[in-house]
């Protein structure tokens, strides 16, 4: 076969298959290893399986075992979050452990482990809940599922379900092996021109696997909004806003000009809210939303001037301080010559 493995007989692989094989590859850029290589008979193939390069060939029930032990991988690598800080662990689950089983969707046949993979899920969801409660005793609401599916910038947390696309990025997974094989394969029929540089310039039938998480989340985003009050929908689209990427072209070259860029967009926002109206603008680099600014005003109105600037300072005051310590934080793990350089930028005038 073309992965190194050989074939012998439908009932069994005769005693000397090894040895033959090594034969016939004399004379060839190949060579075998026969201590590194082991006979099975086809029989035996047929309902133990094979593992190879991370994934199990096999029929449905050696390819659940297989599977089980993965997710009892995965239960233990989130039961290791709940001694880390909750932001670490939400990094990790994000970033890392929520990735432990993908590569597997694209091998497996989803057929008959549809259970495992709604099981997946269930454990992602079960971390989730206990970094949302503030105490190993509460029991906070379960988490709506399209919250954990959709992707950041829509207000979700970005972690698809295995559920949902196990089946189509199998498909898609699939398809886009098929120029691959064809290439490998040997033609079955008389060779013709097109048989030369199969699936060459034709159309891709099925979708790819960026087509099927894209179709995903349309979907169900288009099902989320539909049950959500309007006011939830505009405090999601207000929090998706501050998640976005600051991309200025002042910032590539100096920080203090992208700033006053920042701090002059937020006057001429809120410049319908009257002259003495300021800002408590605490996002990086978002823009408060115009119900949010209106609110703020309110609180300024309610509280009088000498009170509504006391409050100012204080945050503002609380702010320095959390950038004074993470320069300082930044600077002590910081080459002494490097940290000069960082903090002897210039400042434009």
Do not use: C
Request: charged residues 25%; aromatic residues 4%.
């Amino acid at each position: 076969m073309e992965d190194g493995s050989a074939i012998a007989s439908a009932k069994g692989a005769p005693q000397g298959t090894l040895e033959a094989a090594k034969e016939v590859l004399k004379g060839s850029p190949f060579s075998l290893n026969l201590a590194k290589s082991k006979e099975k008979a086809i029989e035996d193939l047929k309902l133990e399986g094979l593992k190879a390069l991370g994934t199990y060939i096999s029929p449905i029930r050696p390819k659940r075992t297989f599977l089980q032990e993965k997710l009892a991988t995965l239960q233990e690598a989130l039961e290791a979050l709940q001694d880390l800080p909750k932001q670490h662990s939400l990094l990790l689950l994000r970033g890392s452990i929520q990735l432990l089983l993908r590569h597997l969707q694209r091998q497996l046949d989803p057929t008959g482990l549809e259970d495992l993979w709604e099981e997946a899920d269930t454990l992602i969801r079960e971390a989730i809940i206990a970094l949302v409660a503030r105490s190993p005793s509460e029991s906070p609401k379960e988490p709506n599922s399209s919250l954990i599916a959709l992707p950041v910038r829509e207000g979700g947390l970005g972690i698809p379900l295995h559920k949902d696309l196990a089946h189509e990025l199998f498909l898609a997974a699939r398809e886009a092996s098929q120029p691959t094989l064809g290439l490998i394969r040997k033609p079955l029929a008389q060779p013709t021109l097109d048989q030369s540089q199969p699936n060459q310039g034709q159309p891709r039938l099925g979708k790819t696997a960026q087509q099927v998480l894209k179709e995903a989340n349309k979907a169900r985003l288009a099902g989320f909004l539909e049950d959500l009050p309007a006011s939830y929908r505009h405090a999601r689209l207000e929090n998706a806003s501050y998640l976005g990427p600051i991309s200025k072209d002042s910032a590539k070259e100096d920080p203090y000009s992208t700033l006053r860029e920042a701090t002059e967009e937020k006057r001429r926002k809120y410049r319908s809210l009257g002259a003495f109206f300021q800002p408590l603008i605490i996002s990086a680099g978002g823009l408060m939303d115009l119900e949010t600014a209106k609110t703020y005003q309110k609180l300024q109105d309610l509280i009088g001037p000498l009170a509504a600037n006391q409050l100012d300072s204080s945050i503002s005051l609380a702010l320095m301080r959390t950038r004074a310590t993470s320069a300082a934080s930044i600077a002590r793990d910081t080459p002494s010559n490097l940290a000069r350089s960082i903090w002897n930028t210039p400042r434009a005038s």
